[in-house]
Every structure is written in structure tokens, then in C-alpha cells.
């Protein structure tokens, strides 16, 4: 089975909106991180956000934030006020429980485009 | 603070050749965990060093391999290249690996096997 799903190929919103990115995670280990990544076209791997298995609040970064749902076991990416200069890549990621240490799965990714 | 620094950003290389591609992780970072991106296979991990010691392996073939010096900085070497090799490398540190730690990347190594 797939560790993280991303439904979502790609996807367009209008500049000033809110969109959010989908993606579903497959674990059985208690600890685990959940992880945001954006890339450009450039090709470096941005970090968005962080939401840990035993965080009680969602994540929020700024314009970003992160909808937890440990039980549906899913963390979408909601970005406000969308911006032409996020149209990349976002890539959802976790990694399990401590002794796992940079070992990332990484979902296939969705194409945000922007439009002005 | 200096991010994550590969070199070269461009390789071409023909089918059978070795290549190395080099990955200087951020300053403090000890721990180095290198990524292939593919259109077809995504993300997937390769492997991780931590103090000059492999502590992690992906699902890869043993033409794959890499190495971490005293100084953090790490090499990843790929022998006998097939076409399929061809894809973006990326090197990622962080400070121990923690549950709650960031990876940070570099901007990649492009390589093209012909």
C-alpha cells in the first residue's frame, strides 16, 4: 500500500484564493511526522510545514496551514490568500516513528497553478 | 547560514560510466539522506548517513552507494549507469534526524544517462 496519496495531479485556483491540497497517509506506528514541501521549477525542496502524530492543534506557518485529521488519517495543505508565486509543486511526506530517522515517503505530488 | 550545496547541478553521462555527485549539508547538520525524483517513481529514498556511518537503505540495487566524510559532507556514487538512472539526486541533511526535524534539500544533481 501507498504510505502518502496525493488525489490531486493538479490543480488551478484563482490568485487572492484558498485552496486546499489533499493527501492521506498509511501508517501503524503511533509516531510520525507529517511534512509539507513545495518545489519550483527551480528544483530545491521548500519546506511549508510540520504536524507531529501527537499534536493536539492543526499546524499553521504563516499563510499555510495543515488539516489534521488522525483518524480519516489525512493532513491537507490549505494555502490563503494564493499567491502567482506559489504555483509549484507540493509534495506531502512522513516520516515514521523515531528510529526511522530521514527516511521520507514522499506522495507523488500536485501541480498548483495560479492563475492571475 | 549556507544551505545544502550539491555539485555538479548537470551531469550527462553514457550507459555504463560511473558518476559521483557531492552534497555539503548545512553547517551543524550531521545527518545526510540523499533522494531520486523521477516523472514515473517519484520520491524515493536512497539512503542516510549519519556520523560517516549508513543507517538507513532504500529499495535500490548495489550500484548505489555513498559514503560521508568526518566533516559531514557526503558523496553518493552510482556504477555502471543504466538508462533508468537518469533523474534529479537530491542530498537533504539535518541535524540528527529527529521525529520532529525538517529536512532541508539542496537544488539537485540533474543526471542524464544516454
Known amino acids: 500500500a501507498q504510505k502518502i496519496t496525493q488525489t490531486q495531479p493538479g490543480m488551478f485556483v484563482q490568485e487572492k484564493e484558498a485552496v486546499t491540497l489533499d493527501c492521506t497517509y498509511d501508517t501503524s506506528d503511533p509516531s510520525y511526522g507529517l511534512f509539507w514541501y513545495k518545489q519550483p521549477s527551480s528544483g530545491e525542496m521548500i519546506f511549508l510545514i510540520y504536524q507531529g502524530s501527537y499534536d493536539q492543534q492543526n499546524a499553521t506557518e504563516g499563510r499555510y496551514s495543515l488539516n489534521f485529521q488522525k483518524a480519516r488519517k489525512s493532513a491537507n495543505l490549505v494555502i490563503s490568500a494564493s499567491q502567482l508565486g506559489d504555483s509549484a509543486m507540493y509534495f506531502c511526506?512522513?516520516?515514521?516513528?523515531?528510529?526511522?530517522?530521514?527516511?521520507?515517503?514522499f506522495g507523488s505530488g500536485t501541480k498548483l497553478n495560479v492563475k492571475p | 547560514k549556507a544551505g545544502v550545496t550539491q555539485t555538479p547541478r548537470y551531469l550527462i553521462k553514457t550507459r555504463g560510466q560511473q558518476v559521483t555527485l557531492s552534497c555539503s549539508p548545512i553547517s551543524g547538520h550531521r545527518s545526510v539522506s540523499w533522494y531520486q525524483q523521477t516523472p514515473g517513481q517519484g520520491l524515493q529514498f536512497l539512503f542516510e548517513y549519519f556520523s560517516e556511518t549508513q543507517r538507513n537503505k532504500g529499495n535500490f540495487p548495489g550500484r548505489f552507494s555513498g559514503r560521508q566524510f568526518s566533516n559531514s559532507r557526503s558523496e553518493m556514487n552510482v556504477s555502471t549507469l543504466e538508462l533508468g538512472d537518469s533523474a534529479l539526486y537530491l542530498c537533504?541533511?539535518?541535524?540528527?534526524?529527529?521525529?520532529?526535524?525538517?529536512?532541508?534539500f539542496g537544488s539537485g544533481t540533474q543526471l542524464s544517462v544516454l
Open positions: 537533504a541533511s539535518s541535524l540528527r534526524g529527529g521525529v520532529n526535524e525538517k529536512l532541508f
Open positions: 511526506a512522513m516520516r515514521e516513528g523515531p528510529g526511522n530517522f530521514n527516511k521520507f515517503y
